[in-house]
């Protein structure tokens, strides 16, 4: 998480967000406590980034949280959203990933 800090300070960021599930490493008191640490060292030092931590309220993993682990990959998976599928791609991947019917987000609703 440091160094993810000292790449968001030098973009002029304020904040890292995160999420945390329930891990064994993202409960346990030394993760906790670093991030204490580290946020009560920023406010007093008027600097860096600040972590601002969500935790999971279940005891259980609903899915993974998967993304970038470097400001390189997450500028790269932005551009993934520039580009545009013609029809016929579209229509293919309806063909092998069909959904589970009707309109969503509807259909998609536990």
Sequence with gaps: MNWCCTKLDNLGKMALITILGNA??????????WIQ???????????????IAFYLPSKSVTAPIIGPRTIEQLESAVRATEITLDAEVLAKLDEIFPGPGGEAPKAYAW
Excluded at 24 to 33: A, D, L, N
């Design 24 to 33: 064994s490493w993202h409960i346990s008191k030394e993760v906790h406590t």
């Design 37 to 51: 640490t580290h946020n009560h060292t920023v406010k007093h030092q008027g600097k860096e980034v600040r972590i």
